[in-house]
């Protein structure tokens, strides 16, 4: 699968990362390579709990 992901830099240096086709799924990083790593498992754990939500009968 692939995501788009948004990278802005905040007021203290950080690297803002965030996946706006799922909502709430955003990291941060203190570059941007560690941004998105950080999203990239951010996604990862996004999806899993929605699989478990469906699972559980919750979404």
Known sequence: ML????LE????GW???A???LPGCATQ?????EAL???REAI??????EDRKAV???S
Request: with cysteine; proline share 3%.
């Open 3 to 6: 995501f788009h992901v948004t």
């Open 9 to 12: 830099s905040d007021e203290d």
């Open 15 to 17: 690297v803002v990362a």
């Open 19 to 21: 996946c706006p086709a």
């Open 29 to 33: 990083g203190q570059d941007e390579q």
């Open 37 to 39: 790593a950080n999203i």
């Open 44 to 49: 990862v754990a996004w999806l899993w709990a």
């Open 56 to 58: 559980a009968g919750l």
